[in-house]
């Protein structure tokens, strides 16, 4: 890698007006010299557009604001134009807890990693943190990345020669894709035991939401991964199936239901140290 390095920012934006301040503001105060940060914003209705155009000229920032297939579509578009040698992403409604998260990633990814990943915080709505996020080990990624997504994206950098285009067929599980192609292409990942990137959990997030579609994704990862009719794909099989089932019923209902389902995957995880589950 030659150095200093430049690091290549691209958040997908879609709506998230009330939140997008914080993100930007988490990229303009980094330490490190030389980052761009590439935002496509899929035609907002919200305040998003006067946000974004309110850092223009603040740092090395270019906004698009176009219609586009899905988030990992406009993430491709982004990394297509990236002048970077590393790459990341942050998503609108998350954002970094310090100035030094892209100063340390570069010098973790100049100690030799292709991938380099850190821990974080759930953080609701309003910021406030509620969960820390415990970075997986490099073994533990080794071990467990065909079983479940256990790096945190935004709190994940890479080098370009490492990166590998998103599937634009999944809706959830395109970051989890795209850590396994890069495994799977021979990347080195490592881990610094760093507290790096705020994950808000709040009502319209994709994840906290948690929906059969969700569900279904892991399905097709796991069919991919350890083939059809693998206990793996077996399990997600049924659990995405009871997700389905639950999303059919009144709210009060679904709830119950899933958090049932939730409990016993739960159970089977940890009897199976992991290797059957569906998170």
């Excluded at 406009?74 to 970094?96: E, K, P, S, T, V």
């Excluded at 821990?119 to 406030?128: N, P, S």
């Excluded at 995957?265 to 290797?275: E, L």
Aim: aromatic share 10%.
């Amino acid at each position: 890698m030659t150095s200093p390095s430049f690091v290549t920012v691209v958040t997908p934006s879609y709506n998230y007006g009330r939140f997008i301040g914080e993100c930007l503001e988490s990229v303009r105060c980094q330490t490190y010299p030389r980052i761009e940060h590439v935002v496509l914003d899929a035609c907002s209705t919200d305040e998003t557009r006067e946000v974004v155009q309110s850092y223009l000229g603040r740092h090395d920032l270019r906004a698009v604001f176009e219609r586009d297939a899905g988030q990992a579509d406009a993430l491709n578009r982004g990394f297509g134009q990236a002048r970077g040698d590393i790459f990341c992403w942050l998503n609108a409604d998350d954002y970094w807890l310090t100035p030094t998260v892209v100063e340390e990633a570069v010098e973790a990814l100049r100690a030799g990693a292709d991938v380099v990943t850190a821990g974080g915080w759930y953080v609701d709505r309003g910021g406030r943190r509620f969960r820390r996020i415990v970075a997986r080990s490099r073994e533990q990624i080794a071990r467990h990345l065909r079983h479940f997504d256990v790096v945190l994206q935004p709190a994940t950098f890479w080098r370009r020669t490492a990166h590998q285009p998103l599937r634009t067929d999944l809706h959830h599980a395109f970051d989890w894709a795209l850590f396994l192609a890069m495994q799977r292409a021979g990347a080195r990942f490592d881990t610094v035991t760093r507290e790096w990137a705020a994950y808000r959990w709040h009502d319209v997030a994709k994840t906290a939401s948690d929906p059969a579609r969700r569900r279904a994704e892991t399905v097709i990862i796991h069919r991919e991964q350890f083939g059809e009719g693998s206990p793996q794909e077996r399990w997600s099989r049924l659990v995405a199936a009871a997700y389905a089932l639950a999303e059919r019923q009144p709210r009060a209902i679904e709830r119950a239901l899933k958090r049932a389902v939730y409990v016993a995957n739960g159970v089977v995880a940890t009897a199976t140290r992991n290797k059957i589950c569906s998170w």
